[in-house]
């Protein structure tokens, strides 16, 4: 098997998405990948009670599965329970897991069986050849019952089906209820998210809230999942539609006019923003530039920060799992929150389930993905399990339908996910995304905070592009 060595891009990427891999249901905490345990073996865990499926397979077999979600030791331990198939489950960091797949595949291991993969890790791990075809396997069978584009995700360039999530991951907004009727006369989502429709209009929300002495963001990062509803790379050519740019100044004015509360994302005042007051930090803090106050400690946060004014915030941007993200965290704020479109189809995230090209049990790896991404009965007890992941199977979306989230004022989440899913054009995800939009988010922070102007930030972007892809053309 020909193999290329990974780009380092890839390793760059997993570490990235440590921050927004999906949601985990051990102890009922909220996972973001950053907390697995360091390549730790672990059988399958304790037996769920719920009542149990028929043996697909033969007791006595095995199955390895290296992943960087915990979620799968879940879903490995209900399939021992149900098949009688011993599944080993190894928990890699994220920022380890690409090194270990490619050392393990390229050495000619047979195990592990199962592998997965992130969305931005996924073309390198095809294009090296890491991923059995499923297609051989059957899985032309299943197209359509899958949300489309996680079945796209899941395909290499030639349009072959190489992995499968069992999970979708639009992006929306999570607002307080409270908050918006107080300043807009109305919690309702659809006239919420009026006020979210585009990046001038959040702007002038934001003033709004600010004028009433709320933040609407905790960081001035929470609309990075709406950052753009184009492509970087256009037939060879680097693409910065205007869009990109309205995001740049938008992103710029809420950190220049002091409209949030100048948390940072996933630091200490960022979780504690949702459940109620925060202090209000300064660009500095923020920046890094004033280390008094470490946002990354609550004890040393608190104290730092006791005397400094307090203001509570309205929203958060954030892809599907961030229900259980904001499960964890809401406290009294419990039933206060709706969630409504942001002003761009985005997502964030999923955890991609494939079979190693070298597998010696690709049959009975190929059941495994099929029991965690396409039985509905699996779906339904994951929907449980988890407390509110949104599971990719159409037939478990449209059962769950009309279920009620009380966190979310009674919203039934799971169908505004799917219609939010939608909208989701995966033809416009390349493989240049990751590196392009990094060197976009220098560009920004580097205005934003005034290190450079708008023209030597953005001329610094084209340069790294052209020098990063010197195959695309760059008109600057």
Known sequence: MKMKKLVSGLLVGAMTLSLVACGSADSGAASTGSTASTDTASSSASASTDTAAEATTPSGDKLVIWTLAKDLEDFGARYQEQTGVTVETVVIEPANYPTKVQTAIMGGETEPDIIVGEPQM?????????FA??????????????????????????????????????????????????????????????KFADYPTILTT????????????????????????????????????????????????????????YANQWSTPWYQAMSGEVP?????????????????DAEQFAEATKDLEKTEV???????????????????????????????????GGTYIGISNLSERKELAWDFVKFCTLNEETADWWIEHSQGDTVSLISALDKHAEDANETYGGEHLYSFWLEQAKGIDYSKVTKYDTAIGDAWGAAISSIKTGQSTKEDALALFYDTVASTYPELTVNR
């Open 122 to 130: 996924l073309g390198d791990f095809f294009e090296n050849g890491f």
């Open 133 to 194: 075809n499923l297609d051989e396997l059957g899985a032309k069978d299943f197209e359509g019952q899958i949300v489309d584009y996680v079945w796209k995700v899941g395909q290499d360039a030639d349009g072959v089906q190489r992995a499968i999530s069992y999970q979708i991951t639009p992006a929306g907004i999570y607002y307080r209820r409270d908050i918006a009727q107080e300043v807009f006369g109305t919690d309702d989502p659809e006239a919420i998210g009026a």
């Open 206 to 261: 934001a003033q709004e809230l600010k004028d009433a002495g709320y933040r609407i963001f905790a960081s001035d990062s929470e609309i990075n999942y709406f950052s753009g509803d184009s492509a970087w790379v256009v037939n060879d050519t680097l693409n910065v539609d205007d869009a990109r740019f309205a995001y740049m100044d938008l992103v710029c004015d809420l950190y220049q006019k002091d409209l949030t509360a």
């Open 280 to 296: 209000i930090l300064t660009a500095e803090i923020q920046n890094y530039e004033d280390d008094s106050v470490n946002v990354w």
């Open 314 to 348: 309205f929203a958060f941007g954030l892809p599907s799992w961030g229900v259980l993200t904001m499960r964890d965290n809401v406290g009294d704020t419990a039933g206060k929150w709706g969630v409504c479109a942001g002003p761009a189809y985005g997502f964030g």
